[in-house]
Nanobody
Framework: QVQVVESGGGLVQPGGSLRLSCAASGTIFSINAMGWYRQAPGKQRELVAVVTSGSNPNYADSVKGRFTISRGNAKNTVYLQMNNLKPEDTAVYYC?????????WGQGTQVTVSS
């Protein structure tokens, strides 16, 4: 069993920054990929950024140059540094962990960008 827990969401003004954290725990042999998705009200869940073992990170076009995904020294952790936040970044952000053919999700953390 694998547990995924996110933290770091909150309310921030446009142009501000937030850092999201995600940690996976449980029976983990090898993580293939860790990523962040988001879902805004009335919209489908979309990929924000993902880092796959042995590859460069991939980003949604809407966040390129503003968001940075990184793995922690403990390889079961992943972070999302979000800079120059915009109101359209408002959403629930979910961490996704892929282990072999299985995908595990966290409960989500709310990010609200508003003045």
């Amino acid at each position: 069993q694998v547990q995924v827990v996110e933290s770091g969401g909150g309310l921030v003004q446009p142009g501000g920054s937030l850092r999201l954290s995600c940690a996976a725990s449980g029976t983990i042999f090898s993580i293939n990929a860790m990523g962040w998705y988001r879902q805004a009200p009335g919209k489908q869940r979309e990929l924000v950024a993902v880092v796959t073992s042995g590859s460069n990170p991939n980003y949604a076009d809407s966040v390129k140059g503003r968001f940075t995904i990184s793995r922690g020294n403990a390889k079961n952790t992943v972070y999302l540094q979000m800079n120059n936040l915009k109101p359209e970044d408002t959403a629930v952000y979910y961490c996704n962990v892929r282990i072999v053919t299985s995908a595990y999700w966290g409960q989500g953390t709310q990010v609200t960008v508003s003045s």
